[in-house]
């Protein structure tokens, strides 16, 4: 019989913080695919490129692997209710996670910055779902304060089970490769995922699984780089709205990560992430939202400015799917909308068209 893959915490029982008494809440997330990226390690002039493509997770991101852990020590506590504070994938998850616990999902979402793919999830999960007046880190503080307060269950990733879920990321990509790669890049935003990844690494090689870890090279958006800039930033924009991040609520973990992996942050343009966006799902033939383009856009960027991957090894994770918002994929380069061409039933004027005849 082929085998059922079950969802991480089944999958990484021994290396996660669970016990026999843990239910297990599960919606068959990771075990997603390494796809290998030869389009975009010829643009950067590496070796070997793999995405690793966490849009094929049960609610399209990665927050899945957060999600189920998180959910299931929630219910394992007696929790009713859980919240979080969401650009959109986080309320996504956890409303899908909430529903098949049975127990009640509260969602904050900031005004007028989630895209429509993420909020129809958490309305069909049947999410409570409140519009702060405020930024996505207005609702961070809101929902922190709720929880400590009321009988509701914090699911951020501030809460440690997140990250704990979610460093089963890098598990998957050295029991793909067999060794880690010389670089791991990906988009940051609150740098919860980037601190998780460089947790798993360092506990492969605490184990001696790996022989040394992979340099962490994270990105942000350039109107959200609190990062770059060394200090929080007050009022974040950028159209990648799942990195629209100014105070990241991982700072010290992400800080000490880069350090001990020799990694780096940078910051890339809209223009330069959606032009990555389209060059992923043209070239390579992953479709991913806008945000998940950011760490192969750094990459990108970092070559131009002359830096050289000759022989390296590295791979991107590309965090949250395509149809999550593809209002980005129906626009030219120029912002013009695209549109099917209507044709003849005529195979002889179709051919023509085609440039076939
Ligand atoms: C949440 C999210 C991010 C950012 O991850 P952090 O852990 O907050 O740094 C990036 N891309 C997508 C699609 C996300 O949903």
Known sequence: MAHQWRGVIRE??????????????????????????????????????WLKFEGMNPTGSFKDRGMTMAVSKAVGHGAKAVICASTGNTSASAAAYAAQAGIKSVV??????????????????????????????????LARDLAENYAVHLVNSVNPDRIEGQKTGAFEVV????????IHALPVGNAGNYSAYFKGYSEDRAAGTIKHLPQMWGFQAEG????????????PETIATAIRIGNPASWDLALNAREV????????SDADILWMHRFLSQEVGVFVEPSSATGAAGLYKSQRQGEKFAGKK???????????????????????DIQPQSVSKNAAEVAERLGLA
Request: net charge negative.
């Open 175 to 182: 029991e793909a490769l067999g060794f880690a790669p010389d």
């Open 224 to 235: 959200s780089a609190p990062f770059t800039v060394g200090h929080p930033v007050a009022n």
């Open 261 to 268: 992996s020799g990694g780096r942050f940078g910051a890339v």
């Open 108 to 141: 904050l979402i900031p005004e007028g910055k989630i895209s429509l793919g993420k909020l129809s999830q958490a309305v069909a999960h049947k999410a409570e779902i409140l519009q702060v007046q405020g930024n996505f880190d207005d609702c961070l503080i």
């Open 12 to 49: 990484y029982f021994d290396r996660l913080d669970v016990t026999s008494d843990t239910p297990i809440i599960t919606l068959g997330e990771g075990g997603t695919p390494l796809v290998p990226a030869q389009a975009l390690a010829n643009l950067l002039g590496a070796e070997a490129v």
């Open 314 to 336: 590295i791979v991107v994770t590309v965090t949250g799917h395509g149809l999550k918002d593809p209002m980005w994929a129906l626009k030219d380069v120029n912002g013009n």
